[in-house]
């Protein structure tokens, strides 16, 4: 009988254990499957749309509620239910409220923004009317000649749908940057804000005489004469070098037309010079059209448009953040 006791309780020692195993793998795999869940709905694209008309007023409210008096309170108030009751006057009569739509540009070297920005702007033209505007806040530098192509062609889908244009420059617009600035109807610009370097570059380190010197060969081999100018192994040559150097004087052309064709105002062979310059510096170039934040651009709007900050994000992977990141930080070196 004692033997049966022992057996049975060493048993339901077993069982327990073996339950309390396959209860934390059942624990570990449903949460691994949650995990996978989530990082799935996280990486699939968003549109984000976010009224900021609401945030001034919030904002208004908490200042006034400490500095203003009972009887500015009390003005205030009635202002307030005054405006609400021709908002909803307005509203029966079926009015279309303008809406100004507000879209963040940040230009790395690859222009990989325009992936959000070609988003943005379909959903736009899918529900914008021409009483609306479209301001765009642009910070770049820019970088690669195809990548703010694209980008300045998105923006000119605004354009060619008679959308109201206007792009803001808090920090820096040039190169690239500044071809997409361009396009637009007006441009603003903080007076310190970085605009302009009309002009190409192409550059590349060459180690072949290090090569050369420790006995190492190199070989390339290619069909048609142009297929490599300069290279970054081999011996450059002068045929090689009087090529690229007609191909960037070619983009430089292209460029210098671009920004001419969109800025007629402009004395194209002035600017077109690489040079950059502080914004407030160039009103009398024509560059831009008035020196203003975007800051001051929304507050004054604010009473005459319902205002929507929109943003199409995708969930990049860590890595990718972490080279964008290097990335980022050896352009600004």
């Not at 809406?99 to 540009?105: K, S």
């Not at 100018?229 to 210098?256: C, P, W, Y």
Request: with cysteine; hydrophobic share 45%; net charge neutral.
């Amino acid at each position: 009988m004692s033997f049966l006791f022992a057996f049975l309780s060493e048993y339901s020692i077993f069982l327990a254990k073996t339950a309390t195993i396959v209860i934390a793998i059942l624990v570990i795999l449903v949460a691994l499957f949650a995990l996978k869940t989530k990082a799935r709905l996280q990486s699939k694209p968003t549109l984000h749309i976010e009224k900021i008309n609401e945030q001034y007023e919030d904002m208004q409210d908490e200042v006034n509620d400490v500095i203003q008096s009972k009887a500015e309170k009390k003005a205030a108030k009635a202002k307030k239910k005054q405006e609400a009751k021709e908002k909803k006057s307005a509203d029966k009569k079926e009015v279309t409220p303008k809406r100004l739509f507000v879209l963040q540009f940040h230009g790395d070297m690859q222009a990989s923004a325009v992936t959000s920005l070609r988003e943005e702007i379909t959903a736009i033209l899918l529900t914008a009317k021409s009483q609306d505007e479209v301001l765009l806040c642009l910070e770049s530098a820019g970088g690669v000649v195809h990548g703010y192509g694209l980008a300045a062609s998105q923006l000119q889908r605004l354009r060619d749908a008679k959308i109201p244009l206007t792009v803001s420059i808090d920090k820096v617009a040039a190169s690239g940057g500044y071809m997409m600035a361009c396009v637009a109807d007006k441009i603003i610009a903080a007076p310190f804000a970085i605009i302009g370097s009309i002009g190409v570059i192409a550059q590349l380190p060459n180690v072949h005489r290090l090569l050369q010197k420790n006995h190492i060969d190199f070989e390339q081999i290619t069909a048609g004469e142009y297929k490599r100018t300069l290279t970054i192994f081999g011996e450059n040559t002068k045929a090689g070098r009087e090529k690229l150097q007609s191909e960037v004087d070619e983009m430089h052309e292209l460029f210098k037309t671009f920004v001419k064709t969109h800025r007629a105002v402009i004395s194209i062979d002035a600017v077109a010079t690489g040079e950059h310059w502080f914004a407030i510096q160039t009103l009398d170039k024509k560059l831009v059209d008035l020196l203003q934040t975007s800051d001051d651009y929304l507050m004054q709007q604010k009473d005459h448009f319902d205002i929507y900050e929109m943003e199409y994000k995708i969930q990049q992977s860590f890595l990718k953040r972490v080279m964008d990141r290097m990335q980022h930080k050896m352009a600004t070196l």
